[in-house]
Nanobody, 125 residues
Framework: QVQLVESGGGLVQPGGSLRLSCQAS????????IGWFRQAPGKQREGLSC???????FYVGSVMGRFTISRDNGKGTVYLQMNSLKSEDTAVYYC???????????????????WGQGTQVTVSS
């Protein structure tokens, strides 16, 4: 059974940092690209980043320079290091398995076939 479980969310002050983890099971992580998305209340799910099986990384402009995606295939885990957090980063963050090994159309929800349950990130003073 394919499963993705996010963790590491919480309450953080503006300018602070948080590292999210995505633990994969039921499939070989090394063979897939993994993406991170977020969804704020009343908003569409937004693609943020993707890491390919070869560790190529991609970011959307709103998080570029602040967020870093990485993976540890041995641990079956993908990470999202988030720095310089802003109030507009407040959302539920999801990791998802890309349908392929590379980050083609990485910002599109339809490109992914399995999703985690999400972890809440709240940026507030």
């Amino acid at each position: 059974q394919v499963q993705l479980v996010e963790s590491g969310g919480g309450l953080v002050q503006p300018g602070g940092s948080l590292r999210l983890s995505c633990q994969a099971s039921g499939f070989t992580l090394a063979g897939y690209a993994i993406g991170w998305f977020r969804q704020a209340p009343g908003k569409q799910r937004e693609g943020l980043s993707c890491i390919s099986k070869n560790d190529e990384t991609f970011y959307v402009g709103s998080v570029m320079g602040r967020f870093t995606i990485s993976r540890d295939n041995g641990k079956g885990t993908v990470y999202l290091q988030m720095n310089s957090l802003k109030s507009e980063d407040t959302a539920v963050y999801y990791c998802a398995r890309h349908r392929y090994s590379y980050c083609t159309s990485y910002g599109s929800v339809s490109t992914y076939d399995f999703w985690g349950q999400g972890t809440q990130v709240t940026v507030s003073s």
